[in-house]
């Protein structure tokens, strides 16, 4: 069954600094891959997607996410965090399960940023 | 705007007693989810319809109902015999998978 972990539950780093998300995924073919944001006593909102072409790929509020298939990753990057990036960051996969294509997410990273 | 509303935000229940979460989009999307999120336990599905009239058990069925009368809507009862029913739900639709997921704004339940 198709899966998703992220290793990392909860991570700290200073305003300004880079940031990388670990997301692992367990697929056969090539996966549709998936990061979204959720801000407290929000919904999630979605940063961005893969499922074909450059594995490198750019979402919204400066992040983008590397495919590596040799690696059965997509860590999520941003080059300079901001305050407001504070949030719970998911890492999601479509898999077939109960006979229909869903999302299937990993257990999320809660991201804190220091002053 | 196209969207997704959850109502209400807030929602407190007496133990015992059925309540309904509102979940309506506007988006024209065939299929529609339910989630339940605790603290550290990430999202757990409930319940999923990918057309209207028809619905399917998730991971976490026990203790809730839905109906799909119509596309548009996807309202959840959570039962007296949900035995903790205090967490937040998602509501989520989408038109194709490879589009990923639109969330509402979830409704916190707790039981008082």
């Known amino acids: 069954a198709q899966s998703v972990t992220q290793p990392d539950i909860h991570i700290t780093v200073s305003e300004g600094a880079s940031l990388e998300l670990r997301c692992n995924y367990s697929?056969?073919?090539?996966?549709?891959l998936f990061w979204y944001v959720q801000s407290p006593g929000q919904g999630l909102q979605l940063l961005l997607k893969?499922?074909?072409?450059?594995?490198l790929v750019q979402g919204i509020k400066g992040f983008e996410a590397e495919f590596k298939r040799s690696q059965s990753s997509f860590n999520l990057r941003k080059p300079s965090v901001h305050w407001s990036d504070a949030a719970e960051y998911f890492c999601?996969?479509?898999?077939?399960?109960?006979?229909?294509?869903?999302?299937?997410f990993g257990a999320g990273t809660r991201l804190a940023v220091h002053p | 705007d196209g969207g997704i509303t959850q109502s209400p935000k807030y929602l407190f229940r007496k133990e015992g007693q059925n309540v309904t979460l509102s979940c309506e989009q506007n988006?024209?999307?065939?299929?529609m989810y339910w989630y339940r999120q605790d603290p550290g336990q990430g999202l757990r599905l409930i319940y999923y319809?990918?057309?209207?009239?028809?619905?399917q058990k998730g991971d976490i069925a026990e203790g809730y109902s839905v109906s799909r009368e119509k596309k548009e809507s996807f309202p959840l009862t959570v039962t007296s015999a949900q035995k903790n029913p205090t967490a937040f739900y998602l509501c989520?639709?989408?038109?194709?998978?490879?589009?990923?997921?639109?969330f509402g704004s979830g409704t916190r339940l707790t039981v008082v």
């Open positions: 989520a639709s989408s038109s194709d998978i490879v589009r990923g997921y639109t």
């Open positions: 988006l024209n999307h065939d299929a």
């Open positions: 697929y056969g073919a090539t996966p549709y």
């Open positions: 319809s990918q057309i209207v009239n028809d619905f």
């Open positions: 999601a996969v479509v898999g077939l399960s109960g006979g229909y294509n869903k999302l299937i």
């Open positions: 893969y499922f074909s072409g450059d594995t």
